[in-house]
């Protein structure tokens, strides 16, 4: 078991990344910043995935957002700077699954591509698949 703590550094000198890899995968609390020094995100993970909250804020220092992860699962989130939801990410175990939706900084949806277990599919593949895997998450008419 190699346990290794890691730091990058924003061209102005300031920290930009801190935490602890576990075998190359993050481990406990993950921090990064902007490079006025403000905290960007803080996510906690175990073992490589995310597991707990996390949090977005801008670079005032406002909270953006936060989202819950258990194990991998949840829906992961990440926002604009003023404040516009930037995308939301459902996963399974730590692999995208299911319906990852992005908006641009105006709130107007950009796009939706379709994941089961880390890898994408059509619309007719993940239709076809949400009859027989109880994992996947239904958006009604699609």
């Not at 920290?15 to 490079?35: A, M």
Request: glycine share 14%; with cysteine; hydrophobic share 30%.
């Amino acid at each position: 078991m190699s346990t290794e703590r890691k730091q990058t550094f924003h061209k102005n000198g300031g920290l930009r990344f801190e935490g602890t890899l576990l075998n190359g995968k993050p481990h406990g609390t993950i921090r990064e910043y902007h490079d006025n020094g403000q905290l960007k995100i803080e996510t906690s993970y175990i073992d490589g995935c995310q597991h707990g909250w996390s949090r977005q804020w801008d670079r005032e220092g406002r909270l953006l957002g936060e989202f819950e992860m258990l194990n991998g699962s949840g829906e992961a989130k990440s926002w604009y700077e003023n404040g516009a939801l930037a995308g939301s990410l459902p996963m399974f175990e730590g692999l995208f699954h299911g319906k990852v939706r992005s908006w641009d900084e105006k709130g107007e949806r950009a796009g939706s591509l379709f994941f089961v277990r880390g890898r994408k599919v059509s619309l007719k593949r993940y239709n076809e698949l949400l009859k027989t895997d109880p994992t996947l998450p239904s958006y009604g008419e699609l």
